[in-house]
């Protein structure tokens, strides 16, 4: 995923611009923090681990199914 600022001195915002997708601020310094939060949540560790009701065996499952196979 691109993820970069761009300034509009017409309108006087700043957009962060997420592949096609765009979210507006008021001011660079709001749009910059913006940027790096999603860059070192993009960029953090994933595991299936953390996944609520994931499991092994199954694969992905929802809590749901979870109760279910548990009440079974």
């Known amino acids: 995923m691109k993820v970069y600022v761009e300034n509009n001195t017409e ?3 700043c957009w962060v611009r997420m ?6 601020f008021s001011t660079a310094a709001e749009a910059q ?3 790096e ?3 070192a949540r993009l960029n ?3 595991s299936l681990d953390m996944l609520a009701g994931w499991s092994p065996r199954s ?3 929802t ?3 979870v109760r ?5």
């Open 11 to 13: 309108q006087h915002r």
């Open 37 to 39: 939060r999603l860059n």
């Open 44 to 46: 953090a560790p994933h």
């Open 19 to 24: 592949d096609k997708w765009r979210v507006s």
């Open 63 to 65: 809590h749901a199914d």
């Open 68 to 72: 279910c196979a548990r009440g079974a």
């Open 59 to 61: 694969g992905v499952t």
């Open 33 to 35: 923090q913006f940027v």
